[in-house]
């Protein structure tokens, strides 16, 4: 294609992009047909790649590939051909890349390190046949900074022992054994596993029976190393989604918080206590890159629910990702807990360097958004406090915070593009952990989507929305002024990645 014509197609594409019903103005989603979890995430030489689970025959789950993307910035996104197609072992369901910095594996023959693809392979035939061993785990390289990749050979690298869930490869370099790392997710529980080569893999411990939520197959694990902000103490963190009995139904990520020696891990918290990411219903399956600059470990998640995803109300694609966030570690009342801040990047997004400043009792005509809000508890008394999304057609949406039960909530009740899953509409509920009098909430409204921080991050909620018509006017609670209840509030116009 000549350029003035690739130019061209790539305009008209963004117009697209631009009115769509629903699609995301800053959160990355698919040009066309179905997605759902982020996979291979890394960085290598100034490129974030992201690659996801994608079906590019239909906007409903299918053969799964990988599709891919990368970006310099975590905000702007270029879409890259497919990466890794189906192949005679089965799907390409999801995984992890690693940079083989030493060459490990000895895939390397040019200048660039070996990308290595480690993903679990799943065998539909096999499954349909009614076997219990249809999932495996296989790798693959890049030479060429992720524009090609090629299967090995020897594949499945870790065949399956005879149990019907086993998924989802995380690999880590750990420096302490000098070894790689990959976590597994293992029907209920997950199994840590160690190589030297990213080829021949050995079963170390595993976790997990008995702790934390088990509402569902546990599924996407990811086990890093977090140091506090003051670098005096560090810990390993275990995320693992559960496909369904997440806090406001369906699926949900937890997390665990403890050691790990390079083949055990260890609790901190005793085994019923259940952490979760997101307490919205739409972050599901999300894991942190490996590899990139500095100490920041940076998360996506899968913007969905499994109870939902292939029927909502998008026509041409299906699913986008959160924005990304940096996970970092704090002490509170005696435990450590993740925080969720929205990576710094984004605030290039800010149309102006000045925010409008709120007052209650007002409204404003809103489309993308960031809030910064904080409201004294104490002034607002029984009252609650959060904002309003509406339009003439008389649909809402309210993100709020409930004083008496102590409760953030997201409530989807009031839109009316609702009747495609009765799992969808609700009041959803996250507890608020802070016992400070001034409440914090960091907001983020997209065409169809709300991610809100709650208290510097340590309460996060993310959920879609269908709305008939754009929510273009936005009010704050209380309703009624109640004296000085917000003390600061502060509005960014962002703007959309399509222009
Ligand atoms: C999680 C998941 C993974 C699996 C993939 C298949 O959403 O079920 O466990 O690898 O999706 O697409």
Redesign the pocket.
Known sequence: MCIAAFLQVTVIAQKTFDTEAYRPQYHFSPKEHWM??PNGMVYYKGEYHLFY?YYPGATV?GP?HWGHAISKDLVRWQHLPVALYPDSLGYI??GSVVVDKNNTSGFKKGPESPLVAIY?Y?DMAGEKAGKIDFQTQGIAYSLDKGRTWKKYAKNPVIKNPGIKDF??PKVIWHEASKKWIMTL?VADHVRFYQSTNLKDWTLGGSFGKTEGNHGGVW??PDLFKLSTKDGKDSKWVLLV?V?TGAPNGG?GTQYFIGNFNGSVFTNDAPKETTQWLDYGKDN??GVTWHNNPGKRKIFLG?MSN?QYAQTVPTEKWRSAMTIPREISLEKNTGHYQLISTPVKELEQLRKKIQPTLLELNTSYPIHLQELLLQFDLAKAGKEDVGIVLENNQNEKLTIGYHPGKKQFYIDRTGLSDNQFSKDYAGIHLAPRISENEILKMHVFIDQSSVEVFADDGSVVMTEIFFSKQGLNKLTLLPKKEVGAALIDGKMFDLKTIWR
């Open positions: 759902n979890d689970q789950w799964m369901f999801s679990t799943h998924r989802d997710a599924e996407c989604s496909g699926s599901y399956a899968w499994w």
